[in-house]
C-alpha cells in the first residue's frame, strides 16, 4: 500500500488551482504536494513561500486553504461547532503513523512526548498541566470527579450548556448530593460579569461555563470571571469545546483553573481526541479518580508501594492511540502555519458579514450577540413564523442547497447554527443567504 496515498491527487488538483488563477498571479508554490507523510512541514512550507508573493491571507489564500480539505467541492459546510474535518495533512499524519507501528506493532508512545510540547506551546502552559483525552465531555468528567465536593456544595452554570458539558456535574450532584444552580447569561461581556457575581452565593465552589456557548455563539469575559472566582475562592472550570481552533487560546492569559476541549471541532484534529488543561497550583484539591500504567511516580507491587505524580497526564494511562495523537500535533502545525490570530480573523469577518446579511431579512432573527468581544465565528438565527421545526429547516437546508447547518434545541431555542471556518468564504455565506430568504419568505 502506498504509504503517500493521495498524494498523486494532491498534485493534480494543486496544478489546476494553479492554472485557474494563473491569470492574476504567478503562485508558483501552488505546484507543489501539500500532503505526503510530512503533510504539516510541506503546508507549512507552502505558505511561507506564499507570503513572499504578496497573496498571503487575501481570497486566494483562503481558497488554497479549502483544498487542503477533503471536503466535497458543492457542499457548503457549516457544522464545524459539531464535527470538523481534517485537512490532508492531518489525515496522512494519522495513516502514516498508523502504518509505520503496525509494520513494526509498537505502540510509539514515545512519539507523545514531542506533541505535548507542541500543544503546552500552543496553549501557553506548562508540560504537566495538559493532557490527551477522547473529547471535551471526558475531560469535564474527569474534572468533575476529580474535586473533592461534598453534599451542600454548589456548582453555578448558565443554562446554555452543552450536555457534554451539562451532564456530568448534574450526574455528580445525583451521586454526592452536590447542588447545581443556573443563571440565565445576557449578551455582553458586562452584563455577564454581573449576573454570574450576583448569583455567586456562599456555597459556591465551582462556576463551570462554556468559554463560548454552543448554542448562540456568546463569548464569555474569561479572564475577568477568573478574577472574581479567584477572589472568591471559586474553582473555575471552562468548556472550551468551541474555541481552540476558532480564536487564540492562551491558559495563563485566561486564569481558569480548569480548561476541555475537543480536537474534532475547530483545531480540525482526528475524531476522537481532546485536550485537559489542569492548572499546576490544583494538584492540592484536585486527582484523578482513574489512573493506572504511567499514572505512578513509585510503584511497587511487592511492597504495595504507590505514590501517584501530580501532572494532568497522569489520566494518559495504559495503551494510548498514538497515531491520533500525532494528527492532534498537524493540526495544531496546521494552525500554526496558517496563524491564529488570522484564523481569528477570517472566522470574525465571515461571521459579521453574515449577521449584517442577516438582520437585514424580514421574519430572521440574529440570537448570536452583533458585539465581536462577545461572539466569535458561530453565528444562531431564527426563521420566525414558521410551521417547520429547527430540526426540519436544518434537513430542508441540506436537501435543497445542500448546506450543511446544525438544528439548535438546547433551552428551547428553535433555532439554527452556523459555524464559519477557514475553508468556508464569502460566496458560501451569499449562498446561504440567498436560502435563507427563500424559506423565509
Not at 234 to 263: N, R
Not at 308 to 317: F, I, L, M, P
Not at 396 to 413: M, S, T
Amino acid at each position: 500500500m502506498n504509504k503517500n496515498y493521495f498524494s498523486d491527487d494532491r498534485r493534480s488538483f494543486l496544478k489546476k488551482l494553479a492554472g485557474g488563477i494563473a491569470a492574476t498571479t504567478a503562485l508558483p508554490w501552488l505546484t507543489g504536494d501539500a500532503s505526503g507523510g510530512e503533510g504539516a512541514a510541506n503546508f507549512s512550507h507552502l505558505v511561507d513561500e506564499m507570503k513572499n508573493t504578496g497573496a498571503v491571507y487575501d481570497e486566494r489564500f483562503w481558497s488554497f486553504v479549502r483544498k487542503q480539505f477533503p471536503l466535497a467541492d458543492d457542499l457548503i459546510y457549516l457544522n464545524n461547532g459539531g464535527l470538523g474535518p481534517s485537512p490532508f495533512p492531518v489525515i496522512d499524519a494519522v495513516y502514516s503513523a498508523m502504518l509505520e507501528l503496525e509494520e513494526i506493532s509498537e505502540t510509539g508512545h514515545h512519539l507523545v512526548e514531542a506533541v505535548n510540547k507542541k500543544a503546552a506551546k500552543f496553549f501557553n502552559c506548562d508540560l504537566d498541566e495538559i493532557a490527551f483525552t477522547r473529547n471535551a465531555t471526558e475531560g469535564m468528567n474527569i474534572i468533575a470527579r476529580g474535586l473533592s465536593l461534598k453534599k451542600g456544595d454548589e456548582v453555578l452554570m448558565s443554562t446554555h450548556e452543552h450536555p457534554g458539558g451539562g451532564i456530568p456535574w448534574l450526574a455528580l450532584a445525583n451521586d454526592t448530593g452536590v447542588r447545581v444552580r443556573l443563571f440565565e447569561p445576557g449578551m455582553s461581556r458586562d452584563e455577564n460579569l454581573k449576573i454570574i457575581q450576583s448569583n455567586i452565593s456562599s456555597r459556591t465552589k465551582v462556576l463551570a461555563i462554556s468559554h463560548i456557548t454552543c448554542t448562540n455563539g456568546l463569548k464569555f469575559p474569561a479572564e475577568e470571571i477568573a478574577e472574581l472566582c479567584r477572589s472568591r475562592g471559586i474553582f473555575y472550570v471552562l468548556d472550551g469545546a468551541q474555541v481552540p481552533g476558532m480564536i487564540p487560546v492562551d491558559f495563563k492569559k485566561l486564569g481558569c483553573d480548569f480548561y476541555t476541549t475537543s480536537g474534532h471541532k475547530w483545531m480540525c484534529a482526528p475524531k476522537g481526541t481532546g485536550v485537559l488543561y489542569v492548572r499546576k497550583e490544583m494538584k492540592d484539591y484536585w486527582r484523578p479518580t482513574q489512573i493506572g500504567a504511567y499514572s505512578e511516580k513509585v510503584y511497587i507491587l511487592e511492597e504495595l508501594k504507590l505514590e501517584v505524580g501530580t501532572s494532568a497526564r497522569n489520566v494518559e494511562y495504559g495503551t494510548r492511540n498514538t497515531p491520533e495523537i500525532l494528527g492532534i500535533g498537524a493540526a495544531l502545525d496546521f494552525m500554526d502555519s496558517i496563524g491564529m490570530e488570522h484564523v481569528a480573523e477570517r472566522g470574525r469577518s465571515l461571521a459579521t458579514y453574515l449577521k449584517e446579511k442577516l438582520q437585514s431579512i424580514n421574519k430572521v432573527q440574529v440570537i448570536t450577540p452583533m458585539d465581536s468581544d462577545s461572539s466569535g465565528a458561530i453565528v444562531s438565527f431564527k426563521i420566525l413564523d414558521q410551521k417547520k421545526s429547527h430540526g426540519e429547516l436544518t434537513s430542508q437546508f441540506k436537501q435543497d442547497y445542500n448546506i450543511r447547518l446544525r438544528p439548535v434545541g438546547e433551552h428551547g431555542l428553535n433555532a439554527i447554527r452556523a459555524s464559519l471556518h477557514i475553508y468556508n468564504n464569502f460566496e458560501q455565506v451569499d449562498r446561504l443567504i440567498e436560502a435563507v430568504k427563500k424559506i423565509a419568505a
